[in-house]
């Protein structure tokens, strides 16, 4: 949200941590994340930092959280192994989970990082 906030060249990840008080090394987890999916660009150095790869009106907020909740499950029966549910294979509940975690995603994918963006920081 705050990469969609200010027409700045570039966010420094220290800054970006710092803001938001989180560690250093989470957020960069995070933006390697986001930098895989093709959501946000990384460069190194003095003038380096993160930018959104495509316009913030381009990124829907459902493709973002499904990035940063991969390999996540709601609940542990949705869990790519199927976990330890002692109940699957009679469970009625694990497709309603499931249909209601797609519409989840499908309803944030109808606002855009544009519709959310923060407001840009005070000047000092």
Same mark, same amino acid.
């Given at each position: ?23 250093? /090394? ?10 895989? %999916? +093709? ?5 190194? +150095? ?20 499904? *990035? ?12 790519? /192994? +199927? +976990? ?8 009625? &509940?694990?497709?309603? &989970?499931?249909? %209601? ?5 499908? /309803? ?5 990082? %544009?519709? *959310? ?8």
């Amino acid at each position: 949200m705050r990469l969609a906030s200010a027409p700045v060249p570039a966010f420094p990840t220290a800054d970006l941590a710092d803001a938001f008080q989180l560690s250093r /090394n989470h957020l960069i987890k995070i933006m390697q994340k986001l930098g895989r %999916a +093709g959501l946000v660009q990384t460069r190194r +150095g003095g003038s380096g930092g993160a930018t959104l790869a495509h316009a913030p009106e381009a990124i829907r907020l459902g493709d973002v959280v499904r *990035v940063l909740e991969e390999g996540q499950a709601l609940v542990e029966c949705l869990h790519p /192994n +199927g +976990g330890d549910c002692m109940i699957d294979g009679c469970c009625r &509940l694990k497709t309603r &989970l499931w249909v %209601a975690e797609t519409a989840f995603i499908e /309803n944030l994918n109808r606002s855009t990082l %544009a519709d *959310v963006a923060l407001p840009a920081p005070e000047p000092v």
